[in-house]
């Protein structure tokens, strides 16, 4: 999203309340944009800033095209400063930091803006820090503050911030716009459901691996129809080696807790809900046969019992082996 009217069509209230800012030259001095991943805080972000220091500025929409835009695009902007989590968290060393960085004189201007991203993460003695920008506000300098956990957001800070709730993503919208960038509706359906994150979505589809991972479940759900007493044997051998991670090894249960929702569906003449199997696969019409509902109800169980298990940090080859263990029943 580079312009207010591209935004004005995911997040509507949103463009409309931080443009009449911008007409009226009312700019907040702080911003809090909260909102889960994928619904544009890091744009609408970037575009308060280039409004900032567009050197063409037309009121609402930044040029893109000035060496103020292009920098603020590429992060080298020397007014615009990016703070982001260090590991887990954003911690009082980068405030001390950024508060040095404000003692002197912006390089081409006297306006400076800083970027929060992560907000939620910083701990309590740099939330308690970055109070200080926000109780003394200076009319030269915004702070825009991101965060996909508004909750975790100190009460103080919040206070001091225009506060900009951003809805989530239209699951069907979100799917329009992966197949206009090539996607084939099944795969944006999926995609969909994963994430709403619209580049994280682009780059899994075309991931090799998460290939590999959709390929397994369907062998899996295979297995389990043809050869059950097998299914121990191929965890051990394909599966444990191939999601080694802990977010493949979340990835992978969510993905086999949707093939068989899709069986369940299937069996309800429900298929406008599936979004693992087309409704015409032949594996799909073969495993409603062979599961009944009772067995399929069972199996979701499971895996979302595997699922929490995984949270709690139990082994993961363990978790596979009960799971498989389970469903084989």
Same mark, same amino acid.
């Given at each position: 999203?580079?312009?207010?009217?591209?935004?004005?069509?995911?997040?509507?209230?949103?463009?409309?309340?931080?443009?009449?800012?911008?007409?009226?030259?009312?700019?907040?001095?702080?911003?809090?944009? +909260?909102?889960?991943?994928?619904?544009?805080?890091?744009?609408?972000?970037?575009?308060?800033?280039?409004?900032?220091?567009?050197?063409?500025?037309?009121?609402?929409? *930044?040029?893109?095209?000035?060496?103020?835009?292009?920098?603020?695009?590429?992060?080298?902007? *020397?007014? !615009?400063?990016?703070?982001?989590?260090?590991?887990?968290?954003?911690?009082?060393?980068?405030?001390?930091?950024?508060?040095?960085?404000?003692?002197?004189?912006?390089?081409?201007?006297?306006?400076?803006?800083?970027?929060?991203?992560?907000?939620?993460?910083?701990?309590?003695?740099?939330?308690?820090?970055?109070?200080?920008?926000?109780?003394?506000?200076?009319? &030269?300098?915004?702070? @825009?503050?991101?965060?996909?956990?508004? &909750?975790?957001?100190?009460?103080?800070?919040?206070?001091?911030?225009?506060?900009?709730?951003?809805? *989530?993503?239209? *699951?069907?919208?979100? +799917?329009?716009?992966?197949?206009?960038?090539?996607?084939?509706?099944?795969?944006?359906?999926?995609?969909?459901?994963?994430?709403?994150?619209?580049?994280?979505?682009?780059? %899994?589809?075309?991931?090799?691996?998460? #290939?590999?991972?959709?390929? =397994?479940?369907? +062998? $899996?759900?295979?297995?389990? =129809?043809?050869?059950?007493?097998? !299914?121990?044997?191929? @965890?051990?051998?394909?599966?444990?080696?191939?999601?080694?991670?802990?977010?493949?090894?979340?990835?992978?249960?969510?993905?086999?807790?949707?093939?068989? %929702?899709?069986?369940?569906?299937?069996?309800?003449?429900?298929?406008?809900?599936? !979004?693992?199997?087309?409704?015409?696969?032949? $594996?799909?019409?073969?495993? #409603?046969?062979?599961?009944?509902?009772?067995?399929?109800?069972?199996?979701? &169980?499971?895996?979302?019992?595997?699922?929490?298990?995984?949270?709690?940090?139990?082994?993961?080859?363990?978790?596979?082996?009960? $799971?498989? $263990?389970?469903? +084989?029943?």
């Amino acid at each position: 999203m580079e312009t207010w009217s591209e935004v004005a069509k995911i997040q509507p209230l949103a463009s409309r309340i931080i443009l009449n800012s911008i007409k009226k030259d009312r700019i907040s001095h702080a911003y809090l944009l +909260q909102g889960e991943r994928g619904t544009g805080k890091e744009a609408i972000a970037l575009l308060i800033a280039k409004g900032l220091f567009c050197e063409n500025n037309s009121v609402s929409d *930044p040029c893109l095209h000035c060496n103020a835009c292009k920098r603020i695009d590429s992060g080298n902007h *020397p007014d !615009v400063h990016w703070i982001e989590p260090d590991g887990q968290s954003i911690k009082i060393e980068q405030i001390r930091n950024l508060q040095k960085e404000f003692t002197y004189s912006g390089l081409e201007s006297n306006r400076k803006v800083y970027i929060i991203k992560g907000a939620d993460t910083l701990t309590v003695n740099a939330a308690n820090r970055i109070l200080k920008f926000l109780e003394e506000p200076s009319r &030269q300098t915004t702070a @825009i503050m991101l965060t996909d956990n508004s &909750q975790a957001i100190l009460p103080t800070i919040r206070s001091r911030c225009q506060v900009i709730d951003l809805r *989530p993503l239209h *699951p069907g919208e979100f +799917q329009n716009q992966l197949v206009k960038e090539g996607l084939d509706q099944r795969t944006a359906v999926l995609m969909s459901t994963l994430t709403n994150n619209f580049d994280e979505a682009l780059a %899994k589809s075309h991931d090799e691996s998460f #290939a590999i991972a959709r390929r =397994l479940v369907i +062998q $899996l759900v295979e297995v389990l =129809l043809t050869n059950p007493e097998d !299914v121990y044997l191929f @965890i051990h051998q394909y599966w444990v080696t191939h999601f080694k991670e802990r977010n493949e090894q979340e990835e992978g249960l969510d993905l086999l807790l949707f093939a068989i %929702k899709d069986i369940l569906y299937y069996h309800i003449e429900h298929e406008a809900g599936m !979004v693992f199997f087309a409704p015409s696969d032949e $594996l799909l019409e073969k495993a #409603a046969r062979l599961f009944s509902q009772e067995k399929l109800l069972a199996m979701l &169980q499971a895996v979302l019992q595997a699922k929490r298990k995984l949270k709690q940090n139990v082994h993961p080859t363990l978790v596979m082996e009960q $799971l498989t $263990l389970q469903m +084989q029943r």
